[in-house]
Protein backbone atom coordinates (compact mmCIF):
# COMPACT_ATOMS: atom_id res chain seq x y z
CA UNK A 1 0.00 0.00 0.00
CA UNK A 2 1.35 3.64 -1.08
CA UNK A 3 1.91 5.46 2.39
CA UNK A 4 3.00 8.59 0.52
CA UNK A 5 2.50 9.28 -3.04
CA UNK A 6 4.63 12.94 -4.34
CA UNK A 7 4.03 14.30 -7.12
CA UNK A 8 6.05 16.83 -9.66
CA UNK A 9 6.95 18.54 -6.23
CA UNK A 10 8.93 21.68 -6.53
CA UNK A 11 9.90 24.13 -3.35
CA UNK A 12 11.70 27.79 -3.96
CA UNK A 13 13.19 28.95 -1.00
CA UNK A 14 12.09 33.16 -0.12
CA UNK A 15 15.83 33.87 -1.56
CA UNK A 16 14.95 32.25 -4.72
CA UNK A 17 16.87 29.18 -4.50
CA UNK A 18 15.12 26.51 -6.50
CA UNK A 19 15.70 23.29 -4.34
CA UNK A 20 12.94 20.84 -5.60
CA UNK A 21 12.35 20.73 -9.41
CA UNK A 22 9.59 18.56 -10.17
CA UNK A 23 10.07 15.55 -7.32
CA UNK A 24 8.12 11.86 -7.74
CA UNK A 25 7.97 9.28 -5.71
CA UNK A 26 5.80 6.47 -3.83
CA UNK A 27 6.74 5.62 -0.28
CA UNK A 28 4.95 2.29 0.46
CA UNK A 29 4.10 1.23 3.93
CA UNK A 30 6.74 -1.00 6.00
CA UNK A 31 9.46 -0.17 3.87
CA UNK A 32 12.98 1.27 4.70
CA UNK A 33 13.67 3.70 2.08
CA UNK A 34 16.90 5.63 1.83
CA UNK A 35 17.30 9.42 0.02
CA UNK A 36 20.88 9.36 -0.89
CA UNK A 37 22.36 12.87 -2.47
CA UNK A 38 25.53 15.16 -2.37
CA UNK A 39 25.29 17.94 0.07
CA UNK A 40 22.42 20.49 -1.42
CA UNK A 41 21.02 17.54 -4.06
CA UNK A 42 17.48 18.79 -1.77
CA UNK A 43 17.49 15.66 0.69
CA UNK A 44 16.60 17.92 3.61
CA UNK A 45 13.90 20.16 1.43
CA UNK A 46 12.04 17.18 0.89
CA UNK A 47 11.74 15.54 3.85
CA UNK A 48 10.51 18.94 5.43
CA UNK A 49 7.74 18.76 2.90
CA UNK A 50 6.68 14.85 4.23
CA UNK A 51 4.70 16.33 7.19
CA UNK A 52 4.12 19.84 6.25
CA UNK A 53 7.05 21.93 7.78
CA UNK A 54 7.60 23.07 4.55
CA UNK A 55 4.61 23.74 1.51
CA UNK A 56 5.10 22.74 -2.13
CA UNK A 57 5.72 26.01 -4.61
CA UNK A 58 3.47 23.26 -6.66
CA UNK A 59 2.91 19.19 -6.95
CA UNK A 60 1.62 17.68 -4.66
CA UNK A 61 2.08 15.20 -1.53
CA UNK A 62 -0.76 12.46 -0.60
CA UNK A 63 -0.74 10.83 2.94
CA UNK A 64 -2.77 8.43 3.43
CA UNK A 65 -4.98 9.22 0.28
CA UNK A 66 -5.16 12.43 1.53
CA UNK A 67 -3.65 15.25 0.07
CA UNK A 68 -1.03 16.85 3.19
CA UNK A 69 -2.56 20.53 2.85
CA UNK A 70 -6.37 19.47 3.30
CA UNK A 71 -4.99 17.62 6.66
CA UNK A 72 -4.94 19.01 9.88
CA UNK A 73 -1.28 19.91 10.94
CA UNK A 74 -1.74 17.61 15.15
CA UNK A 75 -2.80 14.78 12.26
CA UNK A 76 0.10 15.06 10.19
CA UNK A 77 2.62 15.30 12.89
CA UNK A 78 1.10 12.08 15.11
CA UNK A 79 1.40 10.24 11.38
CA UNK A 80 4.57 11.07 10.50
CA UNK A 81 7.20 11.72 12.60
CA UNK A 82 10.45 13.85 12.16
CA UNK A 83 14.37 13.69 13.80
CA UNK A 84 15.96 16.98 12.50
CA UNK A 85 19.50 16.98 11.37
CA UNK A 86 20.79 18.89 13.89
CA UNK A 87 19.89 18.09 17.67
CA UNK A 88 19.93 21.76 18.80
CA UNK A 89 16.72 22.29 16.08
CA UNK A 90 14.79 19.41 18.29
CA UNK A 91 15.72 19.52 21.86
CA UNK A 92 14.06 21.70 23.96
CA UNK A 93 13.41 20.96 27.59
CA UNK A 94 15.88 20.79 30.24
CA UNK A 95 16.19 17.24 31.46
CA UNK A 96 16.04 13.90 29.05
CA UNK A 97 12.84 12.75 30.51
CA UNK A 98 10.90 16.13 30.35
CA UNK A 99 12.03 16.26 26.43
CA UNK A 100 10.90 12.73 25.51
CA UNK A 101 7.68 14.06 27.39
CA UNK A 102 7.40 16.82 25.19
CA UNK A 103 5.38 15.15 22.29
CA UNK A 104 2.66 13.43 24.41
CA UNK A 105 1.95 15.85 26.70
CA UNK A 106 0.89 18.01 23.52
CA UNK A 107 -1.33 15.14 22.03
CA UNK A 108 -3.37 15.56 25.59
CA UNK A 109 -2.60 11.97 26.93
CA UNK A 110 -2.97 10.80 30.33
CA UNK A 111 -0.08 11.19 33.23
CA UNK A 112 0.09 7.67 33.22
CA UNK A 113 0.21 6.61 29.62
CA UNK A 114 2.85 9.54 29.15
CA UNK A 115 4.85 8.19 31.69
CA UNK A 116 4.76 4.26 30.15
CA UNK A 117 5.30 6.16 26.56
CA UNK A 118 8.64 7.79 27.84
CA UNK A 119 9.68 4.94 29.40
CA UNK A 120 9.12 2.69 26.62
CA UNK A 121 10.78 5.24 24.13
CA UNK A 122 14.27 5.63 26.31
CA UNK A 123 13.95 1.81 26.55
CA UNK A 124 13.78 1.13 22.47
CA UNK A 125 17.23 4.20 22.54
CA UNK A 126 18.99 2.68 25.45
CA UNK A 127 18.84 5.64 27.32
CA UNK A 128 16.38 4.82 30.48
CA UNK A 129 19.66 5.72 32.97
CA UNK A 130 19.68 9.05 31.65
CA UNK A 131 16.43 9.55 32.08
CA UNK A 132 16.95 12.55 35.13
CA UNK A 133 19.82 14.08 33.02
CA UNK A 134 20.20 17.45 31.94
CA UNK A 135 20.05 18.27 28.04
CA UNK A 136 23.13 19.94 27.54
CA UNK A 137 25.42 17.37 29.71
CA UNK A 138 24.51 14.93 27.02
CA UNK A 139 26.91 13.96 24.38
CA UNK A 140 26.23 14.03 20.44
CA UNK A 141 25.51 10.71 19.93
CA UNK A 142 23.50 10.53 23.12
CA UNK A 143 21.37 13.70 22.09
CA UNK A 144 20.79 12.10 18.57
CA UNK A 145 19.25 9.15 20.46
CA UNK A 146 17.19 11.62 22.67
CA UNK A 147 16.22 13.22 19.72
CA UNK A 148 14.76 9.63 18.17
CA UNK A 149 13.18 8.87 21.51
CA UNK A 150 11.09 12.00 21.61
CA UNK A 151 9.72 11.17 18.26
CA UNK A 152 9.07 7.32 19.19
CA UNK A 153 7.05 8.60 22.47
CA UNK A 154 4.51 10.21 19.69
CA UNK A 155 3.93 6.91 18.29
CA UNK A 156 4.35 7.55 14.84
CA UNK A 157 3.56 6.17 11.63
CA UNK A 158 6.06 6.98 9.50
CA UNK A 159 9.81 8.19 10.86
CA UNK A 160 11.71 10.21 8.93
CA UNK A 161 15.18 10.65 9.71
CA UNK A 162 17.53 13.45 8.67
CA UNK A 163 21.22 12.31 8.65
CA UNK A 164 20.90 10.40 11.87
CA UNK A 165 24.61 8.75 12.21
CA UNK A 166 26.65 11.77 11.14
CA UNK A 167 28.91 12.84 13.51
CA UNK A 168 28.48 9.45 15.32
CA UNK A 169 31.42 7.01 16.23
CA UNK A 170 31.32 3.78 14.23
CA UNK A 171 29.90 2.27 18.07
CA UNK A 172 26.90 5.05 17.93
CA UNK A 173 25.89 4.42 14.22
CA UNK A 174 25.84 0.75 14.97
CA UNK A 175 23.58 1.21 17.65
CA UNK A 176 21.39 4.03 16.08
CA UNK A 177 20.87 1.47 12.93
CA UNK A 178 19.95 -1.26 14.81
CA UNK A 179 17.65 0.45 16.58
CA UNK A 180 15.85 1.81 13.26
CA UNK A 181 16.32 -1.81 11.76
CA UNK A 182 13.93 -3.01 15.02
CA UNK A 183 11.19 -0.29 14.65
CA UNK A 184 11.10 -1.15 11.04
CA UNK A 185 11.08 -4.86 11.27
CA UNK A 186 9.56 -5.83 14.40
CA UNK A 187 7.36 -2.91 15.02
CA UNK A 188 6.42 -1.98 11.25
CA UNK A 189 7.23 1.63 11.37
CA UNK A 190 7.80 3.01 7.78
CA UNK A 191 11.17 4.87 7.77
CA UNK A 192 12.95 7.61 5.68
CA UNK A 193 16.14 7.83 5.87
CA UNK A 194 18.42 10.69 4.40
CA UNK A 195 21.93 10.24 4.06
CA UNK A 196 25.07 10.69 2.51
CA UNK A 197 26.65 7.58 3.81
CA UNK A 198 26.64 5.40 0.85
CA UNK A 199 28.71 2.50 3.17
CA UNK A 200 24.89 2.28 5.21
CA UNK A 201 22.46 1.88 2.49
CA UNK A 202 22.61 -1.83 1.01
CA UNK A 203 23.30 -2.95 4.31
CA UNK A 204 19.67 -2.05 6.04
CA UNK A 205 17.64 -0.69 3.18
CA UNK A 206 14.75 -1.85 1.35
CA UNK A 207 14.97 0.69 -1.52
CA UNK A 208 17.27 3.93 -2.37
CA UNK A 209 16.42 7.22 -4.28
CA UNK A 210 19.11 9.22 -5.32
CA UNK A 211 18.50 12.99 -5.64
CA UNK A 212 20.78 15.47 -7.35
CA UNK A 213 19.61 19.40 -7.74
CA UNK A 214 16.34 19.07 -6.52
CA UNK A 215 15.23 15.67 -8.72
CA UNK A 216 15.22 12.09 -8.26
CA UNK A 217 17.26 10.94 -10.99
CA UNK A 218 17.49 7.16 -10.01
CA UNK A 219 15.23 4.57 -7.50
CA UNK A 220 15.62 1.31 -7.24
CA UNK A 221 16.84 -2.10 -4.51
CA UNK A 222 20.68 -1.24 -3.79
CA UNK A 223 21.64 -3.77 -6.16
CA UNK A 224 19.75 -1.96 -8.66
CA UNK A 225 21.37 1.37 -8.10
CA UNK A 226 24.70 0.72 -6.93
CA UNK A 227 25.73 -1.25 -10.00
CA UNK A 228 29.15 0.51 -11.16
CA UNK A 229 30.68 3.42 -9.57
CA UNK A 230 30.94 5.36 -13.21
CA UNK A 231 26.95 6.03 -12.41
CA UNK A 232 27.48 7.61 -9.18
CA UNK A 233 30.22 9.60 -9.83
CA UNK A 234 28.25 12.74 -12.14
CA UNK A 235 26.24 12.17 -8.41
CA UNK A 236 29.04 13.81 -6.49
CA UNK A 237 28.43 9.82 -4.61
CA UNK A 238 30.73 6.60 -4.57
CA UNK A 239 29.89 2.72 -4.56
CA UNK A 240 30.40 1.96 -0.97
CA UNK A 241 33.86 0.82 -0.11
CA UNK A 242 33.77 -2.61 -0.03
CA UNK A 243 31.73 -2.40 -3.66
CA UNK A 244 34.29 -0.29 -5.21
CA UNK A 245 37.23 -3.29 -3.71
CA UNK A 246 35.42 -5.95 -5.58
CA UNK A 247 34.53 -4.03 -8.50
CA UNK A 248 38.88 -3.22 -8.31
CA UNK A 249 39.15 -6.89 -8.69
CA UNK A 250 36.58 -7.24 -11.44
CA UNK A 251 37.70 -5.06 -13.77
CA UNK A 252 41.42 -4.35 -12.69
CA UNK A 253 42.49 -8.05 -11.43
CA UNK A 254 40.11 -9.62 -13.89
CA UNK A 255 38.35 -11.34 -11.03
CA UNK A 256 35.37 -13.70 -12.49
CA UNK A 257 32.28 -11.60 -10.08
CA UNK A 258 28.98 -11.66 -11.47
CA UNK A 259 27.15 -9.61 -9.45
CA UNK A 260 28.69 -7.04 -7.55
CA UNK A 261 28.71 -7.96 -3.79
CA UNK A 262 28.02 -4.24 -1.83
CA UNK A 263 28.27 -5.56 1.80
CA UNK A 264 30.89 -6.95 3.84
CA UNK A 265 28.84 -10.47 4.17
CA UNK A 266 28.70 -10.17 0.54
CA UNK A 267 32.27 -9.56 -0.32
CA UNK A 268 33.20 -12.28 2.32
CA UNK A 269 30.33 -14.86 0.51
CA UNK A 270 31.60 -14.18 -3.37
CA UNK A 271 35.20 -14.20 -1.75
CA UNK A 272 35.43 -17.66 -0.33
CA UNK A 273 33.21 -18.96 -3.55
CA UNK A 274 36.25 -17.80 -5.45
CA UNK A 275 39.00 -19.16 -3.38
CA UNK A 276 36.80 -22.77 -3.12
CA UNK A 277 36.82 -22.81 -7.06
CA UNK A 278 40.77 -21.69 -7.29
CA UNK A 279 41.58 -25.03 -4.33
CA UNK A 280 39.09 -27.36 -5.91
CA UNK A 281 40.93 -26.09 -9.76
CA UNK A 282 44.09 -26.97 -7.96
CA UNK A 283 42.89 -29.50 -6.56
CA UNK A 284 41.70 -31.58 -9.51
CA UNK A 285 45.21 -30.23 -11.54
CA UNK A 286 46.93 -32.23 -9.18
CA UNK A 287 45.00 -35.44 -9.71
CA UNK A 288 45.51 -35.36 -13.05
CA UNK A 289 48.09 -37.69 -14.88
CA UNK A 290 50.76 -36.16 -16.26
CA UNK A 291 50.22 -32.76 -13.53
N1 LIG B 1 16.40 28.09 4.34
C1 LIG B 1 16.92 28.12 3.12
N2 LIG B 1 16.92 29.25 2.38
C2 LIG B 1 17.45 29.27 1.14
N3 LIG B 1 18.01 28.23 0.52
C3 LIG B 1 18.03 27.05 1.22
C4 LIG B 1 17.50 26.94 2.54
N4 LIG B 1 17.69 25.68 2.97
C5 LIG B 1 18.30 25.03 1.96
N5 LIG B 1 18.51 25.85 0.90
C6 LIG B 1 19.13 25.52 -0.40
O1 LIG B 1 18.34 24.48 -1.00
C7 LIG B 1 19.16 23.52 -1.62
C8 LIG B 1 18.88 22.14 -1.05
O2 LIG B 1 19.26 22.16 0.31
P1 LIG B 1 18.99 20.93 1.29
O3 LIG B 1 19.31 21.40 2.66
O4 LIG B 1 17.63 20.41 1.02
O5 LIG B 1 20.09 19.88 0.75
P2 LIG B 1 20.57 18.51 1.39
O6 LIG B 1 20.55 17.49 0.30
O7 LIG B 1 19.79 18.22 2.62
O8 LIG B 1 22.09 18.83 1.73
P3 LIG B 1 23.02 18.29 2.95
O9 LIG B 1 23.56 16.94 2.53
O10 LIG B 1 24.12 19.30 2.99
O11 LIG B 1 22.22 18.24 4.22
C9 LIG B 1 20.60 23.99 -1.42
O12 LIG B 1 21.00 24.67 -2.59
C10 LIG B 1 20.51 24.95 -0.25
O13 LIG B 1 21.47 25.97 -0.35
MG1 LIG C 1 20.31 18.02 4.63
Known amino acids: MIKIKVENLTHKYPDGTQALNGVNI ?14 GSGKTTLLKHFNG ?17 ESKSADVFRKVGMVFQDPNDQLIAP ?4 DVAFGPTNLNLSYDEIISRVNDALGLVKMKEFAKKAIHALSYGQSKRICI ?5 MKPEILILDEPTSGLDPEG ?3 VMKILDDLNKEHGITIILATNSVDLV ?4 DRVAIMD ?4 VQEGTPREVFTDSGKLEGLKLELPQIAQLMEALRDEEK ?13 RQELSHLINIVDSVKHAGSILPGY
Open 26 to 39: DVVEGEFLAILGAN
Open 173 to 175: VKT
Open 202 to 205: PVLM
Open 213 to 216: RGVI
Open 255 to 267: FPINSLPLTIGQA
Open 53 to 69: LLKPASGSIVLDNKELN
Open 149 to 153: AGILA
Open 95 to 98: TVEE
